[in-house]
């Protein structure tokens, strides 16, 4: 049975705090919010958290065999936004 702020995914044991999840897709505005970031560095992050959720959506997905591609996605997603931000950066000078 899923507790506060969990929903149970197909049936089985995994669980997602949805208040978690919520935290760390806000928490990718923060730098726009705050004024860190202008906006041409939007579309690498925004690229980023949809290859994560899409990769947690199909990682809790029991029927998924290929676990690992999913996992590398997220990582070659996380290295092509650092790449992109370092891009954009030396780009703007």
């Not at 980023?48 to 690992?68: E, G, M, N």
């Amino acid at each position: 049975m899923a507790q506060k702020n969990e929903v149970n995914f197909f049936g089985y044991k995994n669980h997602i705090k949805t208040d978690q999840g919520t935290k760390l897709i806000a928490g990718s505005a923060v730098p726009f919010v705050a004024g860190w970031f202008g906006w041409p560095y939007l579309p690498p992050i925004i690229a980023f958290d949809a290859v994560v959720a899409w990769s947690v959506w199909r990682l809790l997905d029991h029927r998924t065999l290929p676990k690992l591609r999913y996992i590398r996605r997220i990582y070659l997603a996380g290295t092509a936004m650092l790449l992109a931000l370092i891009g954009i950066r030396l780009a703007a000078g």
